[in-house]
């Protein structure tokens, strides 16, 4: 993978819509929601990676359970239609004609993560929402490896939901697994475009004698606060793999 990811764009406030696709019997209907936005690096993956996008938005209330989403492409499309099921229940206080609670009327956040697989080099476009689309390209590789950077094994990654713009800084809890006895974590990357936060953390060999033994790691990671808005923290791991967490940078003090 080359560099570098994405920064902060505002999120569409459109209350979520909900559109019914198949009956499940009174369990409950397969419906079609709204993506509100999507996160994908308009730079930096090649044609040997596992491209990988993550979208959010907003189940109409509490009747309904995000389940899958999906990546439509015509055949020789450059073009990704982006979907999100959900399951929507109708029994008890949410059948239909029953009065649901107040405090369950509410819009409630979604968030997944799509795997486009391996794409040939070129520019594609991902469509969503209302006639909303993001660009992102993927380059040549360079070499015939999956990846140019021996990456560790990440096994989470962990920023606060809310981050506050006052801070010069706010940290990165990265957990993972080193896969070799002489393994050692190499100097992290950080880099920054758009709405993504990317963090490439690979090792180093420290030794001649390496034996196929595991150990886990844990790094904390001091990273410059952005400016206010919403993004995707990605880590990237070996696979080409990574760990995606959505978090928000906010004015103000950070919530109690």
Do not use: W
């Amino acid at each position: 993978m080359k560099a570098p990811f994405l920064l902060a764009l505002a999120l569409s406030v459109n209350l979520a819509q909900a559109r019914p696709v198949a009956l499940a019997g009174n369990l409950g209907d397969s419906v079609e929601v709204e993506i509100d936005q999507a996160y994908i690096p308009a730079h930096g993956f090649d044609d040997n990676d596992n491209v990988q996008l993550v979208v959010e938005g907003r189940l109409p209330n509490a009747c309904y359970t995000a389940t899958e989403a999906t990546a439509r492409r015509a055949s020789g499309s450059s073009v990704f239609r982006l979907l999100q099921s959900a399951h929507r229940n109708q029994s008890g206080v949410c059948a239909p004609g029953a009065n649901l609670p107040p405090d369950l009327r509410h819009p409630v956040p979604f968030t997944s993560e799509i795997s486009l697989g391996r794409l040939e080099a070129g520019s594609y476009r991902l469509a969503f929402g209302r006639n909303r689309e993001r660009v992102f390209q993927v380059g040549i590789a360079q070499t015939g490896s999956v990846d140019d950077l021996r990456y560790a094994t990440i096994t989470n990654a962990f920023a606060e939901d809310s981050v506050a713009a006052a801070s010069p800084n706010f940290e990165v809890r990265i957990t993972g697994m080193l896969n070799s006895s002489c393994a050692v974590l190499a100097e992290p990357k950080l880099l920054f475009e758009g709405d993504v936060v990317v963090i490439l953390l690979g090792t180093e060999q420290d030794g001649d004698y390496c034996l196929p033994v595991s150990h886990p790691f844990y790094e904390v990671l001091k990273v410059p606060t952005p400016p206010a808005g919403r993004y995707l923290l990605h880590v990237r791991s070996l696979g080409g793999q990574a760990k995606n967490k959505l978090f928000s940078v906010v004015r103000g003090n950070r919530p109690r």
